[in-house]
């Protein structure tokens, strides 16, 4: 997919095995957004959300997370699509 991609209060997407998006991600408040083994170029931004799970994939931008109501995944595996990078956390607060 190319172009903006928004995942509005009660919709729930997945980006699965193979999928690529390019464009930015927003998941607004009340919406749910899962990567799996997918990648996305462009940045990811969450304002909200009821979840957010990005596993076994690639981000190729910036990665921002803000007042999520439920549960935030980020996680790797060596077999992922690309080769695992670095993951930094900057002003994270949580439990």
Do not use: F, W, Y
């Amino acid at each position: 997919m190319s172009g903006p991609l928004t995942v509005a209060a009660g919709q729930a997407v997945c980006l699965s095995s193979g999928a690529r998006q390019n464009g930015p991600v927003t998941v607004r408040s009340g919406g749910a957004l899962a990567v799996l083994d997918a990648e996305i170029t462009g940045p990811v931004s969450d304002d909200g959300a009821l979840a957010l799970t990005v596993c076994r994939s690639a981000l190729a931008g910036p990665l921002s997370v803000r007042g999520s109501t439920g549960p935030v995944l980020l996680g790797s595996e060596e077999d992922g699509p690309a080769d695992a990078g670095t993951c930094a956390a900057t002003g994270s607060r949580g439990p």
